[in-house]
C-alpha cells in the first residue's frame, strides 16, 4: 500500500514529506482526497462551445487567454433552399414575360460572363440563384452585399434554364438604365460617331446578332423603335453574347423623337436590298423581295419605282388619293462600298423582318440629306437578313473611316 501510495503522489509527495514538523503525510493525504473530488475537465475546442452555446449567447473569453490568429476573411452570406422552396422556378416564369418586366423593370441573367459583365458594368443584381459556392468566388463579391443570395441544386436550375450546358447561376437584376452604366473602357476608346436605328425588329436572335455585331465594329448607341422585341428578353440577350453591356440600347422609341438621340449634323443612311437602277422593277414590285429580310414594303418600293412604272389595276381616284399618304420620299441611290462616311456622324436603319422599311425612316433620312444604301446580290437570291445587313454596312462604314483616317494622315505628313 505504501508502495502504492508513493507510486501515486510521485516528486510531490517526496517534497511534502520533506518539510519540517512533520506535516507533510497529512497535506499529502488530502491532496490525494482533493484529487479524487474534483477530476480534471477536459473542455471542447472554441469553435464546438460556440455551436454548443445557445441562441443569442456570447461565448465569454476566459481570463489570460491569449488572442489567437485572426480568422479567415468570411464569404458572402447565403441561404439554402429547402426542399420544395418554388422561388427559382417563380422568378424564372414570370422573368420570362414582357408584361412582366415592364411592370416590375426586373430582367433575368443567366450564365458566369453575362452575370459578370452585368456587374462590371454597373447593373443592380437582386436575387442570385447559384448550385455551387466556387461560382460566387468568381463574382466580384463588393458587388453581392445587397443581393439575396439561395444555393439549389444543380437539377433546379438544370430545370429552368434556356442553355445547353447550364453553368449553374441565374440572376435577377433591375432592368438596366443606360444613363447610369458604366460601359469598358476600352469601349468607349473605341467609340465611333455612328448609331444604329432598328426598325420594327421583331426575330430574337437577329436582334441579339445586330447588337453584337453594333459592339463589335464601335458603334456610338443602338435606338430601337416602338414595334421592336424586347431587348431584354432572354434569347436577345444570349444572341447579345454581352452586348447590353457594352454600349447604350435606348429601346420603345417614337419616330419623332429618334433625332433627340443622334448628334448634330448626322446623316441617315436607310439599308434596302432594291435597286431602283436595274432593270427588274416589276419583279421587286410583285413583293416576292419584300418577304424576306430588310427590305421595303410593296407600296414603299411603288414609291421609289414611280406611279407610271406601275400597272395599276382599276383603282379609283379615293384609293390614289389614300396610297399618296404612303408614298414615301426619293432618296438617292448608292452600293455600299460607295464612300458614305463624309458626314461628321452618320446613322444606318435596319429594317424588320416582316415589314421591312417604315415610310418614318425614309422620312428621316431625307431631311437629314441621308441615302439608301444597296448590297447587291446575285441576281436570284433572296435578300440578306437584317443581322447580316447590319454587320456588312457597320463594318464597311468603319473600314471607309480608316481609310480616310489614314490617306488624311499621309497627305499631312506629305506637307511637312
Given at each position: 500500500m505504501a508502495a502504492l501510495r508513493r507510486l501515486t503522489l510521485g516528486p510531490a509527495a517526496a517534497l511534502l514529506r520533506a518539510q519540517p514538523g512533520g506535516a507533510g503525510a497529512g497535506a499529502a493525504r488530502r491532496w490525494v482526497r482533493a484529487l479524487r473530488r474534483s477530476p480534471v475537465r477536459v473542455l471542447p475546442p472554441r469553435k464546438e462551445q460556440r455551436a454548443a452555446a445557445p441562441a443569442g449567447r456570447e461565448l465569454a473569453e476566459p481570463k489570460g487567454a491569449r488572442p489567437g490568429p485572426s480568422p479567415a476573411r468570411p464569404g458572402p452570406r447565403y441561404e439554402k433552399a429547402e426542399a420544395g422552396d418554388r422561388r427559382l422556378g417563380k422568378v424564372v416564369t414570370i422573368a420570362k414575360?414582357?408584361?412582366?418586366?415592364?411592370?416590375?423593370?426586373?430582367i433575368l441573367l443567366e450564365g458566369r460572363r453575362l452575370i459578370k459583365d452585368a456587374l462590371d458594368a454597373g447593373a443592380l443584381p437582386q436575387t442570385l440563384f447559384f448550385s455551387t459556392v466556387g461560382h460566387l468566388k468568381e463574382l466580384p463579391e463588393e458587388k453581392l452585399k445587397k443581393t439575396t443570395l439561395v444555393k439549389v441544386k444543380f437539377e433546379d436550375i438544370k430545370n429552368w434554364s434556356d442553355l445547353i450546358?447550364?453553368?449553374?447561376?441565374i440572376g435577377i437584376f433591375s432592368r438596366p438604365d443606360h444613363a447610369k452604366m458604366t460601359y469598358p473602357a476600352v469601349q468607349l476608346q473605341n467609340s465611333l460617331p455612328l448609331s444604329l436605328i432598328c426598325d420594327n425588329l421583331r426575330d430574337p436572335g437577329n436582334l441579339g446578332t445586330i447588337l453584337r455585331s453594333a459592339a463589335g465594329a464601335g458603334c456610338s448607341k443602338v435606338?430601337?423603335?416602338?414595334?421592336?422585341?424586347?431587348?431584354?428578353?432572354?434569347?436577345?440577350?444570349?444572341?447579345?453574347?454581352?452586348?447590353h453591356f457594352r454600349l447604350p440600347i435606348i429601346a420603345n422609341l417614337e419616330w419623332e423623337s429618334i433625332s433627340n438621340y443622334?448628334?448634330?449634323?448626322?446623316?441617315?443612311?436607310v439599308a434596302d436590298s432594291h435597286d431602283p437602277r436595274t432593270q427588274d422593277k416589276m419583279e421587286?414590285?410583285?413583293?416576292?423581295?419584300?418577304?424576306?429580310?430588310?427590305?421595303?414594303?410593296?407600296?414603299?418600293?411603288?414609291?421609289?419605282?414611280?406611279?407610271?412604272?406601275?400597272?395599276?389595276?382599276?383603282?379609283?381616284?379615293?384609293?390614289?388619293?389614300?396610297?399618296?399618304?404612303?408614298?414615301?420620299?426619293?432618296?438617292?441611290?448608292?452600293?455600299?462600298?460607295?464612300?458614305?462616311?463624309?458626314?461628321?456622324a452618320?446613322?444606318?436603319?435596319?429594317?424588320?423582318?416582316?415589314?421591312?422599311?417604315?415610310?418614318?425612316?425614309?422620312?428621316?433620312?431625307?431631311?437629314?440629306?441621308g441615302k439608301r444604301l444597296i448590297i447587291p446580290v446575285?441576281?436570284?437570291?433572296?435578300?440578306?437578313?437584317?443581322?447580316?445587313?447590319?454587320?456588312?454596312?457597320?463594318?464597311?462604314?468603319?473600314?471607309?473611316?480608316?481609310?480616310?483616317?489614314?490617306?488624311?494622315s499621309s497627305d499631312s505628313h506629305h506637307w511637312e
Open positions: 414575360s414582357k408584361k412582366f418586366r415592364d411592370q416590375h423593370g426586373k450546358t447550364p453553368q449553374g447561376l435606338l430601337l423603335t416602338k414595334g421592336c422585341v424586347d431587348p431584354w428578353e432572354p434569347k436577345v440577350l444570349r444572341a447579345g453574347m454581352g452586348a443622334l448628334p448634330t449634323d448626322t446623316q441617315v443612311y421587286d414590285v410583285s413583293g416576292k423581295a419584300s418577304s424576306y429580310g430588310w427590305v421595303s414594303r410593296p407600296h414603299n418600293l411603288k414609291a421609289q419605282i414611280g406611279r407610271e412604272d406601275l400597272a395599276f389595276d382599276s383603282e379609283s381616284e379615293e384609293e390614289e388619293q389614300g396610297t399618296d399618304e404612303a408614298w414615301i420620299p426619293e432618296l438617292d441611290t448608292q452600293c455600299y462600298h460607295e464612300n458614305w462616311t463624309l458626314a461628321p452618320a446613322a444606318v436603319v435596319i429594317g424588320g423582318e416582316t415589314h421591312g422599311l417604315s415610310t418614318e425612316a425614309f422620312r428621316l433620312a431625307e431631311s437629314t440629306g446575285v441576281p436570284g437570291v433572296d435578300s440578306l437578313n437584317s443581322a447580316m445587313a447590319a454587320s456588312i454596312l457597320l463594318f464597311e462604314w468603319k473600314r471607309q473611316l480608316h481609310s480616310r483616317a489614314q490617306v488624311g
